[in-house]
């Protein structure tokens, strides 16, 4: 999953969306070094991307990709639900996704001390593009390909994905609400688990 869905499931605790949000740059056990809200969010992350990477639904979408894609095609696919996520956010929020994701932008800035630097230097492009409202629309989705396509020095051609998301819009939609019900549930036990650990 991506960033808006990451920190979606990480529930109404700031610190743990923090670590949710920040988890991909953590490596190991280096998690260990920040408080226990924090942690928790960082293997919520990790359950979160394993459950993911092993669903039988989220690798039919990921399939119909590969040929052309190969192994960015799960990295498009996340990216693809997080478009369905924000397109469909008052099935799964009462709170407008407009809102939530400036309280999102503004936890960000209240804890920035604690974000790893990379996270610090890519800030101020996800504020001015806003990255999580704009993946609610085709052509927000589209600029995010279009980024992660340069990102790959257009190895990639991650910016043509578009076509298929237009192309098989229904089916990848379906797959995203089946798949993502599952993943909620999932992702709540999870939570109250590692919320029961101690990490002292």
Request: net charge negative; proline share 2%; aromatic share 14%.
């Amino acid at each position: 999953m991506n960033y808006l869905a990451h920190i979606y499931l990480s529930g109404n605790n700031d610190l743990v969306t923090i670590g949710n949000f920040i988890a991909d740059g953590i490596k190991g056990s280096s998690y260990k070094t920040y408080p226990k809200d924090i942690q928790i969010g960082i293997l919520l992350h990790r359950h979160i991307d394993t459950f993911t990477d092993a669903h039988k639904t989220v690798r039919q979408s990921t399939k119909r990709l590969h040929e052309k894609y190969g192994h960015y095609s799960g990295i498009i696919v996340d990216i693809l639900y997080d478009h369905f996520l924000a397109k469909n956010w008052e099935y799964y929020s009462e709170t407008p996704l407009k809102q939530y994701v400036e309280s999102f932008y503004d936890t960000l800035e209240e804890h920035y001390e604690i974000l790893p630097t990379r996270i610090q230097k890519m800030m101020p492009y996800m504020l001015a593009d806003n990255w999580l409202l704009s993946y609610a629309s085709i052509e927000g989705i589209s600029r995010v390909l279009d980024g992660m396509n340069r990102r790959t020095k257009n190895r990639s051609a991650m910016n043509e994905a578009i076509n298929e998301l237009e192309a098989f819009y229904t089916e990848f939609e379906n797959e995203f609400t089946s798949f993502f019900n599952e993943l909620l549930q999932s992702s709540k036990e999870k939570l109250i688990e590692l919320q029961k650990q101690d990490y002292s």
